[in-house]
């Protein structure tokens, strides 16, 4: 049996393989396909941001401080801290009255070596603003300020702005609240550890914008109104050189993909209505993406139509030679 | 069954898993000790440096040119590219009429964190000298003038230097130089595909300064200086805040160790007679180093004395905060 993985090959031998597990559901929680181990338990790391972003809808923050879909889009982001991601976070710090110290979260390279490597260039040094998760957190700060919450601990574990966050999670995961591990993200704020099968629920329901419960409708215009504001302007959510919004680009809604830390990938197709999860078992970034393209080429061929390079990207040496790269091999089994 | 793998945990929840495989041989080539798959098929990378260095003292480039112990440390170590490193490789160039400019390899960041964080705040930019092979290419240069071959292109599969490089791998590993495989190393030179046992054999056979054959006297002898020289001097294999040159200080010849590329660790523990050769699956950099330390502390214990932050490293998040740790569980089967 095939071990689903993505290769990593010098030449043309394998030197070293990345395990790969997914799972596919439809939005009544059926597994439609898997590879690997769909129940496999991990964390959803920033792949959960939409999730994060919905109670800002859902509870009336985002009426209350007029919060634009390009705020809303940022919110759901693990961007590249491009100019214009930092100018939309410090815009709706401002409109809430917080500043970047109210930022929890702390400084890092841009997710995209091409920016990282412009911004070390031009000396530019990261601050909180630039991080991936900025706009997440100015969206946290915006619903303690709109329910009378403290600013001060929102990323903590106890913190209600992380309760309403975990009530939702399970809300949209199906998963029960008491069986979602907890853990700290790069970014300080809770983050959660659950199956990829509970995860791939969660974006089937994204993509179908309903999640079939009484009371849910707030959280189906929540879904349609983030969608659309990640769909209508696919910089938001990543940024240059990045295959969340290359996906958004070329699909034009037809896919809606999320990265998150240590080898997660989440994606909605709403049009056969499905939610995938996947995980590079070992956390590998770069073969993440692969992995995520051999999955949707086999749910929806056509539809992720971004350059070669992301499916099999090369590997360079220290003087620019190509010297390998990444193959992924990741079928599918029915479910 | 424990499938043998170096854990990341984020606080006490496994995120990710790197597998592992291991070899254990003596030095007549017996496997003394396994963890998953010792026949595992992977690129030798900078762990084949000693018996890259070999041809050096053998076939008598060292005596012509007076090589130090210094320069002979300096071409089986990856180093950090630290100021002493980059003047000990420039130094070896002059003796043999080269220049930087004459290194096949590129300019890349010092594999120490700390010493890259370091370079970059000071605005120093890594050259071909500070390339973490510099001294290996500058030994292979050194070889091309005593032979008397071109000098250019001697990083390829086809020259001299590289054909005979291939037939000393082969002769210390065991296994025939038809049935090695071949890529292009992060340096630019031939990098060699084997099973990790015949590996491990080589290192058996290093730390054993024997290999059994006739005519085998100037290998044995080249394995004596070779430990020596790294021995002597622990900083030169590797450098400041690196697990090679630490488990020499601590070890005193005890165990010597040497990182690879993608995962790979290779030592020899000369006391017991064995050598050890592991592969993190998925070619991960820092899982290899408690992975090691795991296995070495099962075959002698006490022997590898370092600070425990090696053996379960902490994971800080852009915060600074500890928010999980690197757990390695390698048993190893007794083969």
Redesign the interface.
């Known amino acids: 049996m095939t071990i689903p993985s993505v290769d990593?090959l010098?030449?043309d031998?394998?030197?070293?393989?990345?395990?790969v597990s997914a799972a596919v559901t439809n939005p009544d929680g059926a597994l439609v396909a898997r590879a690997g181990d769909p129940d496999l338990?991990?964390?959803w790391r920033s792949a959960a941001k939409f999730f994060q972003a919905v109670p800002l809808l859902t509870d009336g923050a985002a009426a209350e401080f007029a919060i634009t879909d390009e705020e809303l889009g940022l919110a759901c982001a693990s961007h590249n801290g491009e100019p214009r991601h930092v100018r939309i976070a410090s815009g709706l710090l401002e409109k809430i009255g917080c500043g970047p110290g109210d930022l929890?979260?702390?400084?890092?390279a841009s997710l995209a070596e091409r920016v990282a490597k412009e911004m070390a260039e031009r000396g530019e040094r990261p601050t909180r603003l630039h991080?991936n998760c900025s706009g997440k957190h100015a969206g946290m700060l915006a619903q303690a300020r709109f329910r009378g919450w403290p600013t001060a601990g929102y990323q903590e574990a106890g913190h209600p702005v992380q309760v309403r966050c975990l009530e939702e999670v399970a809300r949209w995961t199906g998963a029960p609240a008491r069986s979602i591990?907890?853990?700290?993200?790069?970014?300080?704020v809770t983050?959660f550890?659950l199956p990829l099968r509970a995860m791939a629920l969660a974006y089937a329901r994204l993509g179908a914008r309903r999640l079939g419960g009484a009371g849910d409708e707030g959280r189906a215009a929540a879904a349609e109104r983030l969608i659309r504001a990640v769909t209508a302007d696919p910089f938001l959510i990543a940024g240059r050189s990045r295959l969340c919004s290359e996906l958004l680009e070329a699909g034009g809604g037809r896919v809606v993909a999320k990265v998150g830390a240590?080898?997660v990938y989440c994606a909605t197709l709403p049009e056969p209505g499905l939610g995938v999860a996947l995980k590079?078992?070992?956390?590998?970034f770069r073969s993440s993406a692969p992995a995520l393209l051999a999955v949707l080429d086999q749910l929806a061929p056509g539809v992720a139509s971004v350059a070669e390079e992301w499916r099999r990207p090369a590997i360079l040496?220290?003087?620019?030679?190509v010297?390998?790269r990444l193959e992924a091999r990741v079928p599918l089994l029915r479910a």
């Open positions: 990593v010098r030449g031998i394998v030197e070293s393989r990345h395990r338990v991990t964390f929890a979260c702390g400084p890092h991080n591990g907890i853990g700290v993200d790069g970014c300080g983050c550890a240590e080898g590079v078992e070992d956390g590998d040496n220290t003087r620019g030679s010297v390998g």
